[in-house]
């Protein structure tokens, strides 16, 4: 089934807001069976929506589209639809009825403007939308489909994956089915080769993709239903799991985050952070998980020198080495430890900025991480800027969490030793 999304407003086109919504639809077509042919961004003009409409239900099987569906004067999806499909748009009751029950559970009037979201065409359906005012539209006609949904993103979702998506999995031939593999500090060729006695394999099909955290093995198969697709990928997951080994860490929209708590849980260990130049993101991206309560007892970020002092890093130590090296790193990771009286401390001190520190370029990292008054240490010199150097340094320090837990050690410019008190 050929498919286009079409993306409607002007705010997009301006770069005020980001087109996720597209990107949300095309990562989830090719497990309906759907092929994306073309994506379109149109601002609210009449005419050019118009003209996309147009080209889009000629060309395409299916039509989804996201936006313009609000109740203000420049908001014309509705309309515009009724044009290029030559049918007149009438107020449906049922939907005015929705919409004022709406407004009165918030104990408001409606404005007048909402009735024309009660609109509809012979040839649609309404799509309920019980977190806006919007419903959405199932336009069928000519053996073509147009499925019209609202643009704010929390919408779409919640009606994509509760109304569109079982309908159109109903009316599949057959059904992508996908599993990812996700591996840490392996490169692209290094799991292509590992993986090498599996890429012949047609159905299910692998394909290997360099992610934020880390390289991904996506295995895919196409069958008549989703049971038929889930054997297929069986043996060949099995396998593959076998190949990667340990550097396996997790599958689907699992994250490294997550694979690291459900490891501290199991064990019943707790963990601390003493952060200096990621700034919090590696806190953030620990209590990004639901139920980090249970492991991490807390972040520290001490970016000023004055403030890692006063956390317990001993004075002598910054003097003698700096504040961007080993031994700094170290004394932050038993400091948070002890401070926070957690089973094992991380300690991160580096250079996230574009100029050199203490003699150190930039995306110079030094990581520590204190358990039992032993330490195990990692350094590495990575930039691309200071919002991509703080991005890697969070995977790598929850990659090496990861090691500990498991036993398997540190692998980046790492030794092991007594922990440092002066």
Same mark, same amino acid.
């Given at each position: 089934m050929r498919a286009e999304i079409v993306s409607i407003g002007t705010e997009i086109l301006l770069g005020e807001i980001t087109d996720t919504n597209a990107a949300f639809i095309a990562g989830r077509l090719p497990a309906l069976g759907i092929d994306l042919h073309y994506v379109t961004q149109v601002g609210? /003009?009449?005419?050019?929506l118009r003209e996309v409409?147009?080209?889009?239900?000629?060309?395409?099987?299916?039509?989804?589209?996201?936006?313009?569906?609000?109740?203000?004067?420049?908001?014309?999806?509705?309309?515009?639809?009724?044009?290029?499909? &030559?049918?007149?748009?009438?107020?449906?009751?049922?939907?005015?009825?929705?919409?004022?029950?709406?407004?009165?559970?918030?104990?408001?009037?409606?404005?007048r403007r909402n009735l024309k979201q009660a609109q509809l065409?012979?040839?649609?359906?309404?799509?309920? /939308?019980?977190?806006?005012?919007?419903p959405g539209w199932w336009v069928e006609r000519d053996g073509r489909a147009m499925v019209v949904m609202p643009g704010p993103p929390a919408e779409m979702t919640r009606m994509w994956e509760h109304e569109v998506a079982p309908e159109l999995e109903r009316r599949a031939r057959a059904v992508l089915v996908s599993r990812t593999l996700k591996t840490t500090e392996l490169g692209e060729s290094a799991v292509d080769e590992l993986l090498s006695p599996l890429l012949g394999s047609r159905n299910p099909s692998i394909g290997i993709y360099h992610r934020p955290d880390g390289v991904h093995a996506r295995l895919a198969a196409k069958a008549p239903t989703r049971e038929e697709a889930k054997a297929l990928i069986a043996p060949v997951e099995a396998e593959a799991r076998r190949l990667l080994g340990s550097n396996l860490w997790g599958v689907d929209d699992e994250s490294l985050a997550a694979a690291v708590g459900?490891?501290?849980?199991?064990?019943?260990?707790?963990?601390?952070?003493?952060?200096?130049?990621?700034?919090?993101?590696?806190?953030?991206a620990i209590t990004d998980v639901a139920g980090s309560s249970d492991y991490f007892v807390g &972040?520290?970020?001490t970016y000023a020198t004055a403030v890692k002092l006063q956390m317990g890093v001993s004075p002598e130590i910054v003097e003698r080495h700096g504040v961007i090296s080993r031994e700094t790193a170290e004394a932050m990771a038993g400091a948070a430890r002890l401070a926070l009286?957690?089973?094992?401390?991380?300690?991160?001190?580096?250079?996230?900025?574009?100029?050199?520190?203490?003699g150190q370029p930039p995306g110079t990292m030094h990581i520590a991480l204190s358990r039992d008054g032993e330490i195990e240490y990692a350094h590495w010199r990575y930039y691309q800027g200071r919002v991509a150097t703080k991005r890697r340094v969070q995977q790598h320090v929850l990659?090496?969490?990861?090691?500990?837990?498991?036993?398997?050690?540190?692998?980046?410019?790492?030794?092991?030793?007594?922990?440092?008190?002066?």
């Amino acid at each position: 089934m050929r498919a286009e999304i079409v993306s409607i407003g002007t705010e997009i086109l301006l770069g005020e807001i980001t087109d996720t919504n597209a990107a949300f639809i095309a990562g989830r077509l090719p497990a309906l069976g759907i092929d994306l042919h073309y994506v379109t961004q149109v601002g609210d /003009n009449g005419g050019r929506l118009r003209e996309v409409l147009a080209r889009a239900w000629e060309r395409s099987e299916v039509v989804f589209t996201t936006g313009g569906l609000g109740p203000t004067e420049d908001d014309i999806t509705r309309e515009t639809v009724a044009l290029v499909l &030559g049918e007149v748009l009438h107020e449906d009751p049922g939907q005015e009825r929705i919409l004022r029950s709406f407004w009165r559970g918030r104990d408001r009037p409606m404005p007048r403007r909402n009735l024309k979201q009660a609109q509809l065409i012979p040839s649609a359906r309404a799509i309920p /939308n019980p977190r806006g005012t919007a419903p959405g539209w199932w336009v069928e006609r000519d053996g073509r489909a147009m499925v019209v949904m609202p643009g704010p993103p929390a919408e779409m979702t919640r009606m994509w994956e509760h109304e569109v998506a079982p309908e159109l999995e109903r009316r599949a031939r057959a059904v992508l089915v996908s599993r990812t593999l996700k591996t840490t500090e392996l490169g692209e060729s290094a799991v292509d080769e590992l993986l090498s006695p599996l890429l012949g394999s047609r159905n299910p099909s692998i394909g290997i993709y360099h992610r934020p955290d880390g390289v991904h093995a996506r295995l895919a198969a196409k069958a008549p239903t989703r049971e038929e697709a889930k054997a297929l990928i069986a043996p060949v997951e099995a396998e593959a799991r076998r190949l990667l080994g340990s550097n396996l860490w997790g599958v689907d929209d699992e994250s490294l985050a997550a694979a690291v708590g459900r490891l501290l849980r199991e064990r019943g260990l707790t963990l601390a952070v003493m952060e200096s130049a990621t700034g919090g993101a590696v806190s953030d991206a620990i209590t990004d998980v639901a139920g980090s309560s249970d492991y991490f007892v807390g &972040g520290l970020v001490t970016y000023a020198t004055a403030v890692k002092l006063q956390m317990g890093v001993s004075p002598e130590i910054v003097e003698r080495h700096g504040v961007i090296s080993r031994e700094t790193a170290e004394a932050m990771a038993g400091a948070a430890r002890l401070a926070l009286r957690a089973d094992i401390g991380v300690g991160i001190t580096g250079v996230a900025g574009e100029s050199a520190v203490e003699g150190q370029p930039p995306g110079t990292m030094h990581i520590a991480l204190s358990r039992d008054g032993e330490i195990e240490y990692a350094h590495w010199r990575y930039y691309q800027g200071r919002v991509a150097t703080k991005r890697r340094v969070q995977q790598h320090v929850l990659s090496m969490l990861r090691r500990h837990l498991l036993g398997l050690g540190t692998t980046i410019d790492s030794r092991v030793s007594g922990e440092r008190r002066a």
